[in-house]
C-alpha cells in the first residue's frame, strides 16, 4: 500500500509536546504521531467491532426473542472460574 501524506493543524502546545517528547524518547515528533494514531485506531477498531456485535445479538435477539436463563449463565461462568468450562 503506497503512503500519503496528510495535514493535520496542531496548536503550538501540541507542537511543543510532541518535540519534547520525541526529545526525551529520541524519536522525532512524526514518529509519535504515527503511533499515536495507529493506536488510536486499534482501540477505536476494537470497540466499533464489539459495537457490531451488540448490535448484531440485539436485532438476532429482537427477532427470535431467544435469552439465556441467568442461573444457567452463572453456572457456565463457575465452570471458568473453575477451569472446567471454555470459551
Not at 32 to 51: F, G, N, S, W
Not at 62 to 80: F, I, M, Q, S, Y
Amino acid at each position: 500500500m503506497a503512503n500519503t501524506t496528510m495535514g493535520v493543524r496542531l496548536s503550538e502546545e501540541i507542537q511543543h509536546r510532541l518535540e519534547v517528547l520525541g526529545k526525551a524518547r529520541d524519536r522525532t515528533p512524526h514518529y509519535l504521531m504515527k503511533a499515536a494514531i495507529e493506536r488510536y485506531l486499534d482501540v477505536e477498531e476494537a470497540l466499533e467491532a464489539e459495537h457490531q456485535l451488540v448490535k448484531s445479538r440485539w436485532e438476532k435477539y429482537e427477532l427470535t426473542g431467544e435469552t439465556v436463563d441467568h442461573e444457567d449463565v452463572k453456572a457456565w461462568a463457575a465452570g471458568l472460574d473453575a477451569g472446567t468450562e471454555t470459551l
